[in-house]
């Protein structure tokens, strides 16, 4: 009875289907700025950069690379008792320089007041950047575009210096067109924050991409959406203006990728 009984558990090994192996599809490389579409197959935990990603159901997440990151990004994917560990090298790039002369003093150097409401303009874009981001991926299946057609007229990463006195670097693309000209969801995703008459950013409207990946927009003329609105890529959601500080009216788009900003061009020319 106990041969049988053995023979038994023998042939179930045999014959049972293995689990899958687990595997971690990333690029090799990857720019300063840039955001990285990874997918672990099945689905797993991820880290990378020693924070946990939110990975879609499907096995996808993704990363940020930081503009000033010098080292590589080591990401580590764990099921039980599976483990597997890619290496991501990071490579440089050359930052512009950026002049802007002509803004009025207050917004340069503001005052005790204008300060105070500075940094709560900014709390409350910050507390929705660093939110917990959606396990859902709107933004594989839509991709990204550019929210209107104009000129460029601010790149990602280039050193501001303002009234001649540097800044932090710009973390967008400033797109110069007409007054009223329209803006578009560059990606599938729901609005996650409505803000009007910010000191430095004037009207924003932030929408959420799914995975970390969220969008700003800044120095809107008029808004179009409300807060929890679902938006497809394409769908209008406001108006250029020149609200906020600004020397002429522009959009300036921002994507950021688990509180990391990353180059809002880049992500447009490589789709996940």
Same mark, same amino acid.
């Given at each position: ?9 023998? @042939?179930?090994?045999? $014959? =049972? %289907? &293995?689990? *899958?192996?687990?595997? /971690? ?101 910050? @507390?929705?950047?660093? $939110? =917990? %981001? &959606?396990? *859902?991926?709107?933004? /594989? ?107 002429? %009216? ?23």
């Amino acid at each position: 009875m106990l041969y049988r009984s053995l023979l038994f558990l023998l @042939a179930l090994s045999v $014959s =049972a %289907p &293995s689990a *899958a192996a687990l595997e /971690l599809v990333l690029p090799d490389t990857a720019f300063q700025g840039d955001m990285v579409v990874g997918r672990v197959v099945p689905p797993a935990k991820v880290w990378a950069r020693s924070k946990a990603l939110a990975v879609s159901e499907n096995g996808y997440f993704v990363i940020g690379i930081p503009r000033d990151q010098k080292s590589d990004i080591v990401v580590l994917a764990k099921s039980g008792p599976a483990r597997i560990k890619r290496t991501v090298r990071v490579l440089a790039r050359n930052w512009q320089i950026e002049r802007i002369n002509g803004l009025p003093k207050k917004k340069v150097s503001p005052d005790k007041k204008t300060l105070k409401r500075i940094r709560a303009d900014a709390a409350r874009v910050t @507390a929705v950047r660093t $939110s =917990a %981001p &959606s396990p *859902a991926g709107w933004f /594989l299946s839509s991709g990204f575009r550019l929210p209107l057609t104009g000129r460029i007229s601010g790149v990602f990463g280039s050193q501001r210096i303002l009234n001649k006195k540097p800044r932090s670097p710009h973390r967008g693309v400033d797109i110069a067109a007409p007054m009223g000209t329209p803006i578009v969801s560059p990606a599938d995703g729901i609005v996650c924050l409505v803000a009007r008459n910010m000191v430095l950013m004037g009207n924003t409207v932030m929408v959420d991409h799914g995975l970390g990946v969220r969008s700003i927009f800044i120095h809107l003329n008029r808004i179009l959406v409300q807060n929890g609105d679902r938006v497809a890529r394409g769908d209008l959601i406001g108006r250029v203006g020149q609200t906020g500080r600004a020397t002429g %009216p522009h959009l300036h788009w921002g994507v950021f990728v688990n509180a990391v900003a990353v180059d809002p061009m880049r992500v447009v020319k490589k789709q996940p």
